[in-house]
């Protein structure tokens, strides 16, 4: 099975930066992936990393460390936007099952 | 607009009624999912379908009968739930062995009385 854990709630001021953590165990590996959801809307895709190492894209940032089977959604620059439930996602093997963690709430305060 | 369209967005709904949820797809994607979200809880994958079959069911209540009459479209049939299958469902598309970048509709909005 998998299973992933982040947590639950973050609060940050607008213009900082957060780091939102997620640690997975699997049993098998296709790559970590970051969504964003605003209540009442749909998760959207924000980034994914299949090898070790950090992805950049705008604002946001994401790591891998598969030997820790650890990685991370870095926020820059802040904006009120940006409050919203984050949630990281491993692929099985076979690419064909994202399984989810249960969640960052990131609250952006003035 | 994300390109995956559910209807309806909201549905009420009796313990004994029959109704069904349904997703289209414009994305020319061939893996279409299902996922229940409850508050408090992560995405919980219910069913996948790759190239119109169904690859994954994650000890779904027989309740839940999904349905993939194509690689664009994809219901889920719902009869006799329980007060506790109240939640958001989801369905979400992506290329078929690429689980990595998918695409969500906005949900269903269910609650059973």
């Known amino acids: 099975g998998q299973s992933l854990e982040q947590p639950s709630e973050v609060t940050a001021v607008e213009g900082a930066i957060v780091q939102i953590n997620c640690t997975y165990q699997?049993?098998?590996?296709?790559?970590l992936s970051w969504y964003q959801q605003h209540d009442g809307g749909a998760p959207t895709f924000l980034s994914y990393?299949?090898?070790?190492g950090l992805e950049e894209t705008g604002r946001f940032s994401s790591f891998l460390s598969r030997s820790d089977s650890y990685g991370y959604l870095l926020l820059q620059e802040l904006q009120m936007k940006d409050s919203a439930s984050y949630f990281c996602?491993?692929?099985?093997?076979?690419?064909?099952?994202?399984?989810f963690g249960g969640g960052t709430r990131l609250m952006v305060k003035p | 607009e994300t390109g995956v369209t559910q209807t309806p967005r909201h549905l009420v709904m009796g313990m004994t009624n029959k109704k069904s949820l349904k997703c289209e797809q414009h994305?020319?994607?061939?893996?279409m999912y299902w996922y229940k979200q409850s508050a408090k809880k992560p995405l919980e994958l219910m069913f996948v379908?790759?190239?119109?079959?169904?690859?994954e069911n994650n000890s779904v209540p027989s309740r839940f009968s999904p349905e993939c009459p194509n690689s664009s479209h994809l219901f889920l049939h719902l009869h006799t739930l329980q007060p506790e299958d109240s939640a958001l469902y989801l369905c979400?598309?992506?290329?078929?062995?690429?689980?990595?970048?998918?695409?969500f509709g906005q949900g269903t909005r269910l609650t059973v009385v």
């Open positions: 699997t049993s098998g590996f296709y790559g």
């Open positions: 994305l020319g994607h061939n893996a």
């Open positions: 979400a598309s992506s290329q078929a062995g690429t689980a990595t970048e998918a695409f």
């Open positions: 379908y790759n190239f119109k079959e169904q690859t």
């Open positions: 996602a491993v692929g099985n093997n076979a690419g064909n099952m994202l399984t």
């Open positions: 990393n299949a090898l070790d």
